[in-house]
């Protein structure tokens, strides 16, 4: 029994190894798993100790804002033509200052779970 909610997650090992391939790709996950892993060592007393559930200040959200600013732009870029298909909530015109602003590093835009 867990005191929180907990994610089973399985990757086929070959699917990993072919993504590793594509250049954005790598430098998510190289970046991610740096902050990730430094956040872990960091769980130290008065911070709650990392658990096989949960790890504090670690959720993707608090990470991508410490990835470097090639990685953060990576992430907003992608976030912003997923979601560019809700075409109701962009004009062409915000929509490309939005990517200017990502892409000078004034802003970081990430999609939530709705």
Excluded at 28 to 45: D, G, I, M
Excluded at 73 to 78: M, P, R, S, T, Y
């Amino acid at each position: 029994i867990t005191e929180t909610d907990c994610l089973c997650l399985t990757v086929d090992a070959d699917g990993v190894t072919s993504s590793l391939r594509h250049r954005g790709v790598k430098q998510l996950v190289s970046a991610y798993a740096k902050v990730f892993y430094k956040r872990t060592v960091q769980s130290v007393p008065p911070l709650a100790f990392p658990t096989d559930c949960t790890e504090p200040a670690a959720d993707f959200h608090s990470i991508v804002v410490e990835l470097p600013h090639e990685v953060r732009v990576l992430v907003g870029l992608d976030a912003i033509k997923q979601a560019s298909s809700l075409t109701m909530l962009f004009n062409p015109w915000n929509l490309a200052n939005l990517k200017e602003e990502v892409t000078r590093g004034q802003c970081i835009v990430l999609l939530t779970a709705a």
